[in-house]
């Protein structure tokens, strides 16, 4: 059922920005981003984010530096930033 419902948000959110978060929940986002890279289309393309995906760091924001500030330094950043 719960595959069912993922195809469905895919083809509802389909060239929506909303549909990267909903691969990044899935854990499908790493795997999506390489097979979009490896296409001829984006292969053509100069600085396309694809190929600057880096896994583990582009799935998660940067903690602003005020939120870290005010808690005394218990919440640390999140790596890569």
Avoid: C, H
């Avoid at 978060?21 to 984010?49: C, H, P, W």
């Amino acid at each position: 059922m719960r595959d069912l419902i993922w195809k469905e948000r895919r083809l509802e959110l389909a060239g929506e920005y909303e549909q990267f978060f909903d691969l990044v929940r899935q854990g499908d986002i790493y795997a999506v981003m390489q097979s979009l890279a490896n296409t001829e289309v984006m292969a053509k393309k100069k600085g396309d984010g694809a190929r600057r995906f880096i896994r583990y760091v582009n799935e998660i924001f940067p903690i602003p530096k005020d939120e870290i500030i005010l808690s005394n330094g218990v919440i640390q950043q999140n790596p890569g930033y």
